[in-house]
C-alpha cells in the first residue's frame, strides 16, 4: 500500500512538472508598441514645443487709451511675463519638452528590448509626474485665456482679447498643443502599463 501511495505521489508530481513546463509564459510586449510608443513621445514633444515657443515668442501689442483728464494718449504692453499664470504655462510645457526629448532614447532602447522591466517602471513614473505637471500649467492658462475672451460679469471684469488679439490667438493655439501632448502622454501612459502587464 505504502508503495503504490508512493509511486501514485510520484507520478502526480511529474504530471505537475509536464503541466508548468507546458504552461506558456507570458509573450513580451511587441515591438508595435514600442514603435507607438516612440511616435507618440516624438507628437508629444513637438506639440509642447510649439506651446511653449508660440506663447514665449508673442510679439508686443499695443494698447491706445485717451486720457479724457490729462488729454494724453497711453500706450501699455503686453506679454507674456505680464502674465504669472502664462509664465508658468510656458516653463511647464518647456519641462515636459525637454523630459520627452531625453525619454526618446529609452524609447529607442524599448524597441530593440521589448522586455525591460525597469526602465518601462520608470517612464510610468516620470510620465505621471509630467502628465501632471503639464496639466497644471494648461488648465490654468485656459482659464486666464477664457477670462481674457469672454470676462467676468460678477467679477466686473472686461475682456482684453479685443484690444490684445496676437497674445490671445496664439495662447488659444498654444492651449491646443499642450492639450494634444497631455493626451499623448495619458496614452503612453497606459500603452507601458499594458507592457509591464505582460511581462
Known sequence: MAKDKEKAQQKGDKENVEQEEETP???PPSRGMSLADFILRFVAAVSTMGSAIAVATTSRSL????DNF???IHFASRQYQDFPTFTFFV???AMATAYLI???ALSIFHIFKTGAKVTRTVLVILD???VCVLTAGASAAAAIA???HKGSSEANWGGICDRYNSLCERVSGALVGSYLGILAL???IFFNAVALSRN
Request: hydrophobic share 60%.
Open 25 to 27: 509564459a507570458p509573450a
Open 63 to 66: 494698447l491706445a487709451s485717451f
Open 70 to 72: 490729462n488729454n494724453f
Open 91 to 93: 516653463v511647464s510645457n
Open 102 to 104: 531625453l525619454s526618446l
Open 128 to 130: 505621471t509626474t509630467i
Open 146 to 148: 477664457y477670462v481674457a
Open 186 to 188: 495619458m496614452l503612453l
